[in-house]
């Protein structure tokens, strides 16, 4: 299992302390979490931050968009070079051109499906895909209990995944912990995001740790 911890969980007053921190902890990315205050009732960071963050990052980007215009907010955040752009299929009129779009900025695309969204809302997509994330709380705040059914939904998406495209990997991000990192791993799933769990441990190595099985 690979690790990206959240740094919506970090002391935004020693970003650079904690961003460094994880990184030599062993996480495998960084999870940047970016919301409007419109498609998520929340506001977090901009293109200013992020580059901070990128500039004392030694492990790649991983940036989940909740926003509204994705295309407006994919152009702030490619010159950052993330390894993975992710955005929402619920706020997609046109998904498909929006993966080309990333692709063709040197940038990993990824599509992120809200607790409600069934996995076959992106079937015809998901051969152009190098990641789907599946969320596991609603999104918009850390430290929320993690919705179980994103379990079962999992395993389904694993199977497409597996007859569709092998390649692409299945993210899942919101109140993962030690309690449920197992039952991830059994039905597929190569990513796991970590905000709480990670920043709140007195230990970020052991916590990354037992996350990786
Ligand atoms: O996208 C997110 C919220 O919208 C965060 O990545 C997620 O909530 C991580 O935090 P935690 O592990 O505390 O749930
Ligand atoms: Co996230």
Avoid: W
Avoid at 3 to 10: E, K
């Amino acid at each position: 299992m690979k690790v990206a911890p959240s740094i919506l969980s970090a002391d935004f007053g020693n970003l650079q302390r904690d961003v460094e921190a994880i990184c030599a902890a062993g996480c495998d990315y960084v999870h940047v979490d970016v919301m409007d205050g419109h498609f998520v009732p929340n506001l977090t960071i901009g293109p200013v931050v992020v580059s901070a963050i990128a500039a004392c990052a030694t492990k790649p980007l991983d940036i989940h968009l909740m926003v509204e215009n994705n295309t407006f907010f994919v152009d702030l955040f490619a010159p950052l070079k993330p390894e993975y752009i992710s955005f929402h299929i619920e706020e997609e009129k046109h998904p498909h051109r929006l993966i080309q779009k990333i692709r063709s900025l040197g940038i990993k695309p990824a599509i992120v499906l809200n607790p409600h969204t069934p996995p076959e809302a992106i079937e015809y997509l998901l051969a152009d895909l190098d990641m789907v994330l599946l969320m596991s709380v609603n999104p918009g705040f850390g430290g929320q209990s993690f919705i179980e059914s994103v379990v079962p939904k999992a395993k389904k998406l694993s199977a497409m995944r597996d007859e569709i495209n092998p390649k692409c990997l299945i993210e899942v991000d919101g109140g993962v912990s030690d309690k449920n990192v197992k039952l991830l791993k059994e039905v597929g799933v190569d990513i796991v995001v970590a905000g709480s769990y990670v920043f709140n441990h007195e230990n970020k190595k052991t916590a990354i740790e037992s996350l990786k099985i």
